[in-house]
C-alpha cells in the first residue's frame, strides 16, 4: 500500500488514496471477519491501588485523558509507539511516528520541528529512554521558546529490543541518565519542568499540572523493565514462535523446504515482510 497506489497481487488500483483504500478496507474487515467492534479502552480500567507502581497500560491511559483536539502527537520507536496505538485521538490531532525506518532517536528533533511549525498547537512527544539519548542535544534548543510535553520512559534500557531478542542481553542495557538534570546542564529556560512519577497517581497530578506548559516540559514515567504495552507483547509473541520454528533444523525436511521458499522469495519481498522497527 502506497500513499496513492495500493496493489493486490498483480493488480494495481491507482490513483487510490491511501486514506480511501484504509476506509475501504475497514468496511471489507466488518463485512467479512468478526464484526468491527471498537476496542475497550482504557485498557487498564481498574481503580490503582494507593502507592502501586506505575505501569504501561496506566500510562496510556492517562495520555488518552491528557490530550485534546488539535494536539500533535509525536511517538518514538520502541515501547512507547506500540503503547500510543492504543490511544484514542481526539479530533484533529496529528500523529507522527517513522515505524516503517524505525530510526530511533527522531522523534525527540521531529517534536522540535514539529513545534517549530506550529507554534499555537500543543505538542506531546512520547519517547523512551534509550532513544532520546541519541539525540538529546535538542532539548537544549527546545527550551528557547518552545513549550513541548515530553513524557520520557523510563525503563531502564531498550525495553523493545528485550521483549524481542532476549531480556539479558547486554546490549539492551544503557546508560543510566540523570533526566531530571538535563535540561538544567543545557540553561533550561526560566519555564522548564522537570518532573517523576512513579505511581498511576503522580502521574495524573504530573499531567494535570502541564496541561498548559509556558516552557520544555520533561516528565519521566518510571516502569517497570519488563512491563510491555499490549500490542508489543503481542508481537513479541508471533516474533517469538516465527523464529522457533525457523529455528528447528532437527526437521530436515521442513527446514529445507522452508529455505528453498526462502530462496525463491525475491529481495523485496523479504525486505518487506521483516520487522520494520527492530
Ligand atoms: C538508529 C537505530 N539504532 C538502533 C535501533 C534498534 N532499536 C529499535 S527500538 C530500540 C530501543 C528503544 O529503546 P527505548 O527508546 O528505551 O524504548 P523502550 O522500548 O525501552 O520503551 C533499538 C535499539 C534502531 N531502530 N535505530
Ligand atoms: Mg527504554
Known amino acids: 500500500m502506497q500513499p496513492f497506489a495500493t496493489q493486490i497481487g498483480?493488480?494495481?488500483f491507482a490513483p487510490l488514496p491511501m486514506k480511501v483504500a484504509v476506509q475501504e478496507l475497514t468496511g471489507l474487515v466488518c463485512?467479512?471477519?468478526q464484526g468491527c467492534q471498537p476496542s475497550e479502552f482504557p485498557a487498564d480500567v481498574r481503580e490503582p491501588q494507593t502507592g502501586e507502581a506505575l505501569r504501561q497500560a496506566q500510562l496510556w491511559s492517562a495520555v488518552e485523558r491528557f490530550l485534546r483536539p488539535g494536539d500533535i502527537v509525536v511517538?518514538?520507536?520502541?515501547?512507547?509507539f506500540f503503547g500510543a496505538q492504543s490511544v484514542r485521538l481526539p479530533a484533529d490531532v496529528t500523529f507522527t511516528g517513522q515505524p516503517l525506518w524505525g530510526s530511533i532517536g527522531y522523534t525527540l528533533p521531529a517534536a522540535l520541528g514539529a513545534q517549530t511549525a506550529a507554534p499555537t498547537r500543543r505538542t506531546i512527544l512520547l519517547i523512551g529512554d534509550g532513544?532520546?539519548?541519541l539525540t538529546a542535544q535538542e532539548l537544549g534548543t527546545m527550551r528557547e521558546g518552545r513549550n513541548p510535553v515530553i513524557v520520557l520512559i523510563n525503563n531502564d534500557g531498550y525495553t523493545v529490543e528485550r521483549a524481542i531478542h532476549g531480556p539479558e542481553?547486554?546490549?539492551n542495557d544503557i546508560p543510566r541518565w540523570n533526566w531530571s538534570l538535563v535540561p538544567a546542564a543545557m540553561g533550561a529556560g526560566e519555564h522548564t519542568r522537570t518532573l517523576r512519577a512513579t505511581t498511576p497517581a503522580e502521574l495524573s497530578v504530573a499531567l494535570e499540572s502541564v496541561a498548559d506548559p509556558r516552557g520544555l516540559v520533561l516528565l519521566e514515567a518510571m516502569l517497570p523493565t519488563m512491563d510491555l504495552p499490549e500490542a508489543l507483547a503481542a508481537a513479541a509473541?508471533?516474533?517469538a514462535a516465527a523464529n522457533a520454528s525457523a529455528l528447528r533444523p532437527a526437521v530436515g525436511s521442513n527446514w529445507r523446504r522452508h529455505h528453498q521458499r526462502r530462496a525463491r522469495?525475491?529481495?523485496y519481498q523479504?525486505?518487506?515482510?521483516?520487522p520494520a522497527w527492530t
Do not use: H
Open 10 to 12: 498483480d493488480r494495481l
Open 265 to 267: 522469495t525475491s529481495d
Open 75 to 80: 511517538a518514538e520507536q520502541g515501547s512507547a
Open 237 to 239: 509473541r508471533a516474533m
Open 270 to 274: 523479504r525486505r518487506e515482510a521483516a
Open 131 to 133: 532513544s532520546a539519548l
Open 31 to 33: 463485512e467479512l471477519g
Open 169 to 171: 542481553q547486554r546490549y
